[in-house]
Structure formats: structure tokens, C-alpha cells
């Protein structure tokens, strides 16, 4: 039973660390599916001071939109928000575009091996402009540009398995 458990603990720790949201593992008859809350998006909750808010062992239901209210203003002024590097003021999320994976497969930021990559953090993309590709079953699906902007992350790595909407890169 033990080493049961510490396979779910693996394959669990692996949907986290790739993101991934659902697993399901067919072994002859038995089958058993893994699903954790969405596609586990990077934790929010150090882009806000915790020196800011005093914790309480209960906090009583009126004391929430308090909590809610003074939350958003946070990320303007953290350090976790994208910088454009030059000294400017931190970008509106909300202008963010991002960019997902139209199909699950292996994610390629070059052309071929060794190439120079199609896109770099801080580029400037025009709509249309191939961002990368993606492979399944030997074919190559290039990923473009939905609109003009600046390339300001890019949230895989080279050779990463993708899942099918997951978030490739982001446009400001």
C-alpha cells in the first residue's frame, strides 16, 4: 500500500510541477484519474506584503472585503510584477496577452536545434510573427502573435512537454 501512495505522491508532485491538471492512468481494468484545482497557477500569494495585514487565529466573516479591498492595490508596487527592465513602472496585467498552447506536445523555441530562437524576453512581435513552435506526432504547429507587443516572459522551457491551453509566453 505504501508504494501506492508514494506513486500518487510522485504523479501528483509531477502535475504540479508541469502544471498539468488532469491525469488519468489505465492499468488493465483499474483506473484511477488525478484532477487538482485548474492548471495550477504560479501562487498570488507573495505578490502581496504579508507585514501589511494582521493575522488572526478566526478572522470573522465581516473582515473579508476589508482583505479583498486592500489586495488588488498590492501588486502595483511588488517586486513580483514584470518590469520592462528599463526602469519604467510595472505593467498593467490587465494589457497582459497570453499566449496557450493550441495542442498538447513538445514546445520548441527555435527553428531547429542550435537555431537562434524564434522570440527572446523583451522582443518586439508584430501579429502574425511565429513565437514558437509546437510538435506532436512529428508535426510542427507554429504559434504566432495575436496582436503587437513586447515579449515579457516566457513561461517553458525548451523541449517542455505543453498541455493543450497552457500559458507559453506573455505579450504586454
Same mark, same amino acid.
Not at 478572522?59 to 508596487?77: E, I, K, L, R
Not at 524564434?118 to 508584430?126: I, L, N, P, R
Given at each position: 500500500m505504501d508504494t501506492s501512495i508514494d506513486r500518487l505522491d510522485k504523479i501528483a508532485a509531477m502535475m504540479q510541477q508541469r502544471g498539468v491538471a488532469r491525469v488519468r492512468i489505465e492499468e488493465?481494468?483499474?483506473?484511477?484519474?488525478?484532477?487538482?484545482?485548474?492548471?495550477?497557477?504560479? $501562487? !498570488? &500569494?507573495? *505578490?502581496? +506584503?504579508?507585514?501589511?495585514? $494582521? !493575522? &488572526?487565529? *478566526?478572522? +470573522?466573516?465581516g473582515a473579508a472585503p476589508q482583505a479583498a479591498t486592500a489586495a488588488p492595490a498590492a501588486p502595483a508596487t511588488s517586486d513580483a510584477s514584470p518590469d520592462t527592465g528599463d526602469g519604467e513602472a510595472p505593467l498593467d496585467m490587465t494589457k497582459v496577452i497570453s499566449v496557450k498552447a493550441p495542442m498538447v506536445g513538445i514546445?520548441?523555441?527555435?527553428?531547429?536545434?542550435?537555431?537562434?530562437?524564434f522570440v527572446q524576453v523583451g522582443d518586439k512581435v508584430k501579429k502574425g510573427d511565429v513565437l514558437c513552435v509546437i510538435e506532436a506526432m512529428k508535426e510542427m504547429k507554429e504559434v504566432t502573435a495575436q496582436a503587437d507587443g513586447e515579449v515579457?516572459?516566457?513561461?517553458?522551457s525548451d523541449g517542455e512537454l505543453v498541455e493543450y491551453g497552457a500559458v507559453l509566453m506573455k505579450l504586454y
Amino acid at each position: 500500500m505504501d508504494t501506492s501512495i508514494d506513486r500518487l505522491d510522485k504523479i501528483a508532485a509531477m502535475m504540479q510541477q508541469r502544471g498539468v491538471a488532469r491525469v488519468r492512468i489505465e492499468e488493465g481494468d483499474a483506473s484511477i484519474e488525478l484532477e487538482g484545482p485548474g492548471a495550477f497557477p504560479a $501562487p !498570488v &500569494a507573495p *505578490a502581496v +506584503p504579508v507585514s501589511t495585514q $494582521p !493575522v &488572526a487565529a *478566526a478572522t +470573522p466573516a465581516g473582515a473579508a472585503p476589508q482583505a479583498a479591498t486592500a489586495a488588488p492595490a498590492a501588486p502595483a508596487t511588488s517586486d513580483a510584477s514584470p518590469d520592462t527592465g528599463d526602469g519604467e513602472a510595472p505593467l498593467d496585467m490587465t494589457k497582459v496577452i497570453s499566449v496557450k498552447a493550441p495542442m498538447v506536445g513538445i514546445f520548441y523555441a527555435a527553428p531547429s536545434p542550435g537555431a537562434k530562437p524564434f522570440v527572446q524576453v523583451g522582443d518586439k512581435v508584430k501579429k502574425g510573427d511565429v513565437l514558437c513552435v509546437i510538435e506532436a506526432m512529428k508535426e510542427m504547429k507554429e504559434v504566432t502573435a495575436q496582436a503587437d507587443g513586447e515579449v515579457v516572459d516566457i513561461c517553458v522551457s525548451d523541449g517542455e512537454l505543453v498541455e493543450y491551453g497552457a500559458v507559453l509566453m506573455k505579450l504586454y
